[in-house]
C-alpha cells in the first residue's frame, strides 16, 4: 500500500510546480499550430483535473490516473510520497510525416 494520501484531498493547486514545468517546456520546445501558448494553460489544468478524477476513481489494483487529448498526455501514479507523481507528456507528430499505406489483408 501506498503513501499517497486520500485522493479526495487532490487538487490541481497541488502540481502547479509540474503544470509550470510544463508550460515553460512547451513555450520553449513545441511549436503547435491547433493550439496557442495561452490555451495551452487551460488545457493542461483541465486535462489535471481529469486525471485527479480518474485516479480518484481507479479500480482496485491499479496505480494510475489518465488524461489526454491529441496534443497532451497527463499521468498520475501511485508514490510513496506525500502526492501522486506527475507526468505531463507531450504528444508530438509532425505534419509532414510520411504516412504508412494501410494493406488490405482480405483479398490475400
Same mark, same amino acid.
Given at each position: 500500500?501506498? !503513501?499517497?494520501?486520500?485522493? +479526495?484531498?487532490?487538487? &490541481? !493547486? ?11 517546456? *512547451?513555450? %520553449? @520546445? ?14 493542461? @489544468? ?11 476513481? %481507479? &479500480?482496485? #489494483?491499479? /496505480? @494510475? ?12 501514479? +501511485?508514490?510513496?510520497? &506525500?502526492?501522486?507523481?506527475? #507526468?505531463? *507528456?507531450?504528444?508530438? @507528430?509532425?505534419?509532414?510525416? %510520411?504516412?504508412?499505406? /494501410?494493406? !488490405?489483408? =482480405? =483479398?490475400?
Amino acid at each position: 500500500m501506498s !503513501d499517497t494520501p486520500p485522493s +479526495e484531498t487532490l487538487t &490541481a !493547486d497541488q502540481f502547479s510546480t509540474e503544470l509550470r514545468a510544463a508550460l515553460r517546456s *512547451y513555450e %520553449r @520546445h513545441v511549436v503547435c499550430i491547433e493550439q496557442v501558448p495561452e490555451e495551452t494553460e487551460s488545457a493542461l @489544468h483541465s486535462l489535471l483535473e481529469k486525471a485527479i478524477q480518474a485516479f480518484q476513481n %481507479r &479500480a482496485p #489494483g491499479l /496505480k @494510475h490516473g489518465i488524461a489526454l487529448n491529441r496534443q497532451v498526455t497527463v499521468i498520475l501514479s +501511485e508514490s510513496s510520497g &506525500a502526492k501522486p507523481l506527475c #507526468g505531463i *507528456y507531450f504528444n508530438l @507528430h509532425s505534419p509532414y510525416a %510520411r504516412k504508412i499505406a /494501410k494493406t !488490405d489483408v =482480405s =483479398s490475400s
